[in-house]
């Protein structure tokens, strides 16, 4: 396993750079998956755009050549006094800091040294940039926003929204643990539900594009493809730092159809895993037998799966014209794909009508109902929804 990308880098290349120590795998497939959901989606929308589907163009005044707000000094050297009072001590306390750079950063420590330099040189900077953008005489003029302009705030907003969510439905989920050490259950990168982020980010993105004068149905549809390619860029991470998305125990024998591949894609025990535990005690733990101590690599099949789902709907999306179409071809595909896997995932389940169910498989179905009704819908009425 590689918890961090140093670890990544020193296994598979020899190579040894010790500042990637900080950086660890999952959260670095996690800003991948964002940026590679913020590519997909400028592409969408700027086609989107020369269809004339996407939205209005705004137009916005301001002056230009004015002198910037008091605002914008604050916020520019409050950011400056923070970077630098985390960042100066990676150069003076390394050695201490990568033993638990997660508690370093997420922790109050950091150098006031630092802090009154990054935050006089932000504000040195702050000042020379509004010396440099001021006129003598202040005029108004006029700028053009296009829809695809808002990818950046939208961005931040997705993934704000989308981790805050994830934790919460997670933590939901898994109460106990929540309630045995709860400090850590909101701290860990560890421990997200792809659900819970999808639904609190849709709503505030949904908030944001509908005071934007963006149309609701074609940006959900132009985020459709790349939220499944972020879903399968994070399931990576997960693979490679283990960070405990496994299977239920697999002691089964690899089948004759799977001999081509490795064996480390249908069994694994994650050694070395970002959680340190032995699978084989974890598994006794929560009362499930395991001899081997393996587990069935859930995070490999999503991953594939995703990448599936991304190139079905990255084909079929211009020959889909109805507004709102894709996004529901999407939930009905992501709630198939997690109804497959959770018959060999490790969650917790509910008691309902006498049946077994987990969070993710009653939203599964709730999402196969809501995309169903969707295509039904926009078939029978595809102009209908067409203006929101």
């Given at each position: 396993m590689y918890p961090t990308l140093y670890d990544l880098f020193l296994d598979l290349f020899g190579i040894s750079l010790p500042l990637l120590k900080i950086v660890q795998s999952f959260g670095f497939c996690v800003a991948m998956a964002f940026l590679a959901a913020a590519w997909t989606?400028?592409?969408?929308?700027?086609?989107?755009?020369?269809l004339g589907v996407m939205g209005e163009i705004q137009i916005r005044k301001y002056w230009k050549g004015r002198p910037l707000a008091t605002s914008e000094y604050i916020s520019s050297i409050a950011i400056g006094l923070v970077m630098g009072y985390k960042f100066l001590p990676l150069f003076t306390q390394f050695s201490q800091?990568?033993?638990?750079?997660q508690d370093y950063f997420l922790s109050f420590e950091g150098s006031i040294l630092g802090a009154v330099v990054g935050a006089v040189l932000s504000g040195a900077l702050k000042s020379w940039e509004d010396k440099q953008q001021r006129l003598s005489i202040p005029e108004q003029?006029?700028?053009?926003?296009?829809?695809h302009q808002h990818i950046g705030t939208i961005t931040i907003i997705a993934a704000i929204a989308g981790i805050l969510g994830a934790k919460v439905f997670h933590n939901l989920e898994n109460w106990g643990e929540f309630m045995a050490d709860p400090i850590d259950a909101i701290i860990s990168f560890s421990g997200l539900s792809f659900y819970g982020g999808l639904i609190i980010a849709a709503y505030f993105v949904?908030?944001?594009?509908?005071?934007?004068?963006?149309?609701?149905?074609a940006i959900c549809d132009a985020n459709a493809p790349g939220l499944?390619?972020?879903?399968?860029i994070g399931r990576i991470g997960c693979q490679v730092a283990g960070d405990g998305d496994w299977g239920i125990p697999n002691d089964n024998p690899k089948p004759d159809w799977l001999?081509?591949?490795?064996?480390?894609?249908?069994?694994?025990?994650?050694?070395?895993?970002?959680?340190?535990?032995d699978l084989k005690k974890d598994f006794a733990s929560?009362?499930?037998?395991?001899?081997?101590?393996?587990?069935?690599?859930?995070?490999?099949?999503?991953?594939l799966m995703s990448f599936l789902i991304f190139g079905i709907l990255w084909i079929i999306r211009k020959k889909i014209s109805t507004p709102g179409m894709i996004f529901s071809i999407y939930l009905i595909l992501i709630a198939i794909e997690r109804l497959i896997i959770?018959?060999?995932?490790?969650?917790?389940?509910?008691?309902?009508?006498?049946?077994?169910?987990?969070?993710?498989?009653?939203?599964s179905v709730i999402m196969i109902a809501v995309g169903s009704f969707g295509i039904w819908y926009l078939r029978k009425y595809p102009k209908k929804l067409a203006e929101i």
């Amino acid at each position: 396993m590689y918890p961090t990308l140093y670890d990544l880098f020193l296994d598979l290349f020899g190579i040894s750079l010790p500042l990637l120590k900080i950086v660890q795998s999952f959260g670095f497939c996690v800003a991948m998956a964002f940026l590679a959901a913020a590519w997909t989606l400028t592409i969408e929308m700027k086609r989107k755009e020369k269809l004339g589907v996407m939205g209005e163009i705004q137009i916005r005044k301001y002056w230009k050549g004015r002198p910037l707000a008091t605002s914008e000094y604050i916020s520019s050297i409050a950011i400056g006094l923070v970077m630098g009072y985390k960042f100066l001590p990676l150069f003076t306390q390394f050695s201490q800091i990568v033993k638990n750079p997660q508690d370093y950063f997420l922790s109050f420590e950091g150098s006031i040294l630092g802090a009154v330099v990054g935050a006089v040189l932000s504000g040195a900077l702050k000042s020379w940039e509004d010396k440099q953008q001021r006129l003598s005489i202040p005029e108004q003029v006029e700028e053009t926003i296009y829809p695809h302009q808002h990818i950046g705030t939208i961005t931040i907003i997705a993934a704000i929204a989308g981790i805050l969510g994830a934790k919460v439905f997670h933590n939901l989920e898994n109460w106990g643990e929540f309630m045995a050490d709860p400090i850590d259950a909101i701290i860990s990168f560890s421990g997200l539900s792809f659900y819970g982020g999808l639904i609190i980010a849709a709503y505030f993105v949904i908030r944001y594009a509908r005071k934007n004068k963006i149309k609701l149905l074609a940006i959900c549809d132009a985020n459709a493809p790349g939220l499944i390619l972020a879903y399968g860029i994070g399931r990576i991470g997960c693979q490679v730092a283990g960070d405990g998305d496994w299977g239920i125990p697999n002691d089964n024998p690899k089948p004759d159809w799977l001999s081509w591949a490795p064996d480390w894609m249908w069994a694994y025990n994650y050694p070395d895993n970002v959680l340190h535990l032995d699978l084989k005690k974890d598994f006794a733990s929560m009362g499930l037998e395991s001899i081997s101590g393996f587990a069935y690599p859930t995070p490999i099949y999503e991953m594939l799966m995703s990448f599936l789902i991304f190139g079905i709907l990255w084909i079929i999306r211009k020959k889909i014209s109805t507004p709102g179409m894709i996004f529901s071809i999407y939930l009905i595909l992501i709630a198939i794909e997690r109804l497959i896997i959770e018959t060999i995932r490790i969650n917790t389940t509910y008691n309902i009508f006498g049946h077994k169910i987990t969070q993710a498989q009653l939203i599964s179905v709730i999402m196969i109902a809501v995309g169903s009704f969707g295509i039904w819908y926009l078939r029978k009425y595809p102009k209908k929804l067409a203006e929101i």
